[in-house]
């Protein structure tokens, strides 16, 4: 962003036209920005308070629980910063959260160095080409043979995200120049309709 | 030796490692700021005790919740306890989780497939 004025009038619209898109895809988080541990804690905090007023099953509670952090870590531990920017301690990025009737839909994005955008590609299509029990073995292979990198990463997290959710991930690298893309990965936890 | 006590929080498991009283247990939800230097207390104590271990080591995790980085830091705890076994000690592991937790219950079997250690789960229901 340059320092361009922004209109205040385009500002304001703009607070409506949000509003309205948040109503719209049924978002009931939405951030960006720094990732830090305390996002996180709060972030679930909030989200299982919510989940529990809304009744929701303990199942459910939990997959949305692991699928968040491990979303908001994967931006904290992995996100670039472009050079224009300031560089902070944590990675930074966007979140979301958002629900239907039948599921709950965790978005996460931010930016990738271009050199690393083909290795997360192949790894996440190679996960939503096994099935559970091809996840199981690579999870298995990946805890043993892994190690915790200086991030604290251990290499985990998709794999993870696609065991506890039995679904297939969405995403997606849309370029934002030639050394930087914007990664979205986008996950769904369907909602347990069992009462407990 | 000494015991190490640590009160769980939002974000930390309960440990208590007390040899006198053979008391071995991780408890809770781990999902720490910074796994590595949480657990490398935990990894050295366990080294210390694998010299003077007693006749029958029973280690209890009633883990309710873990994030995949502290997954590898658990999986390092058993690790040492395999060696332990390997060693000709007396170990059990006992994983204990609830009732209607099948994530948990899988990650035990998870876990007792990758190491070579008696390994028990045990169900508990969830008030």
Redesign the interface.
Known sequence: MDDKKVDIKDLLAFAYSFYKTVKEFKICLVYEGEVTHQIIKAFTSLTETNMDIDEESTSTQKKVFHVMVESLQNISKHANYLPTENQRKEGKGVFMLSKNDEAYCITSGNIVNNAKVQEIKSLLIKINNLDKDGLKSLYKQQIREGRITLKGGAGLGFIDIAKKTGNKLNFNFLSINDKYSFFVLNSKISRNLNTN | MEIIKIIGT??TPNVILDADNEIFEISGRS?P????AFYEPILDWLDDYADEAKPKTVFDFKLV?F???S???I?DILLKLEEMYEAGKDVLVRWHF?D????ME?AGE?YA??VEVPFEQVSYP?D
């Open positions: 939002d974000d999902l700021e910074d796994v590595a919740y994030n995949t980085a997954s590898k830091l999986l609830p209607d937790d099948e994530d899988e998870e497939d990758i969830l």
